[in-house]
């Protein structure tokens, strides 16, 4: 049972456009969301993150968007930059008891910036 | 600060052997978890380990365990390989300041686990 769900493998974008990456989740008791980058070899790297009291969150050119009522987040990323070139992945978190929060990932979307 | 670091970055072992990692968290971070992934299943949580005790526990099998120094440094052991445990094992650390503020976890490059 997939939790945490990125229904997109890869997406292609132009230089300078809008990059959008698309999640969805089931368990309502997730409070906290996070995207990670990933390249190759290496690991994840964090990149935003929103809890579940708000609905949006900023970090110079990646905005998160929180939908509570339909399970939903998505990553925008203005404007695409090569570099940005990655497997994005979603991250959901809850408690589970004594202060531990164990990340629930989607399957990650492969980001292809094209200059 | 340095980043969390993994040793060795690669490895191949044969079926039937048993395989340590090692993870340093970044310092001053006293929550080290262990994530396995792979093409098919993805990033998959592990164990969580803080202040030398096993915290959370995801849903894999007994053979593999880990454990957590006073340093808060952790190792995982895998015992009796199996080819499906050929896999990228990531290790993330993070504050776990107590305060029950979700922290953001920051991982480590991976050990690369060749079963053959």
């Known amino acids: 049972d997939q939790q945490v769900k990125q229904n997109s493998p890869s997406l292609s974008v132009q230089e300078g456009r809008i990059s959008i990456l698309n999640c969805d989740y089931t368990?309502?008791?997730?409070?906290?969301f996070l995207w990670y980058k990933k390249y190759p070899a290496e690991g994840p790297t964090f990149l935003i993150s929103i809890s579940s009291i708000k609905d949006k969150n900023e970090d110079g050119r990646f905005t998160v968007f929180l939908n509570k009522s339909a399970k939903h987040l998505s990553l925008h990323i203005v404007p695409s930059q090569p570099g940005d070139s990655a497997v994005y992945f979603c991250?959901?978190?809850?408690?589970?008891?004594?202060?531990?929060?164990?990340?629930?990932f989607g399957k990650g979307t492969k980001l292809s910036v094209i200059p | 600060k340095a980043g969390v670091t993994q040793t060795p970055r690669y490895l191949i072992k044969t079926r039937g052997q048993q395989v340590t990692l090692s993870c340093s968290p970044i310092?001053?971070?006293?929550?080290v978890s262990w994530y396995q992934q792979t093409p098919g299943q993805g990033l998959q949580f592990l164990f969580e380990y803080f202040s030398e005790t096993q915290r959370n526990k995801g849903n894999f099998p007994g053979r593999f365990s880990g454990r957590q120094f006073s340093n808060s440094r952790s190792e995982m052991n895998v015992s009796t390989l199996e080819l499906g445990d050929s896999a990228l094992y990531l290790c993330?650390?993070?504050?776990?300041?107590?305060?029950?503020?979700?922290?953001?976890?920051?991982f480590g490059p991976g050990t690369r686990l060749t079963v053959l």
């Open positions: 993330a650390s993070s504050e776990s300041r107590g305060d029950g503020a979700h922290n953001e976890q920051f």
């Open positions: 368990n309502s008791m997730f409070d906290y």
């Open positions: 310092s001053g971070h006293r929550s």
């Open positions: 991250a959901a978190s809850k408690s589970s008891g004594a202060g531990s929060y164990q990340l629930t």
